[in-house]
């Protein structure tokens, strides 16, 4: 697989989504602006990433895949990424967050962002390769 088909802005875009991602889970814990920023941050990044699969994807794909959920399961299918499972969880949390705001959903996706960000991270490097 080549990396022709990604903008490498996307790439760019992805490694500083994660960063600001870092930032703010690396931020002293106490206080519920650490968990809100993260959560926010962790939504851009998710996003910023199933964007990245799917323009990598356009090129490697015959079929038109627009959805993040089918850019995911083509992605796995392509072995970009692993953890299925996972990737869907991420897709499903960050949905969950972009429309309703729940607190107890809040504190239970923030204690999964640590296992979500090691995904994202796997990606930008195989993307980055």
Not at 94 to 115: C, G, T, V, W
Request: net charge negative; glycine share 2%; hydrophobic share 35%.
């Amino acid at each position: 697989m080549s990396l022709s088909n990604l903008d490498p802005q996307k790439l760019e875009n992805l490694r500083n989504a994660l960063d600001r991602l870092h930032e703010a889970l690396d931020y002293p814990d106490g206080t519920p602006l650490r968990e809100d920023a993260a959560i926010h941050r962790f939504k851009i990044s998710c996003e910023s990433a199933w964007k990245s699969l799917r323009a990598y994807l356009s090129g490697e794909s015959k079929d038109k895949i627009s959805s993040p959920r089918n850019v995911l399961k083509t992605a796995f299918s392509y072995q970009l990424i692993d953890g299925e499972d996972t990737w869907l969880s991420m897709l499903n949390d960050r949905n969950l967050m972009s429309y309703i705001y729940d607190e107890d959903h809040a504190k239970k996706i923030f204690d999964q962002l640590p296992r979500y960000v090691l995904e994202i991270e796997k990606l930008y490097d195989n993307l980055k390769q």
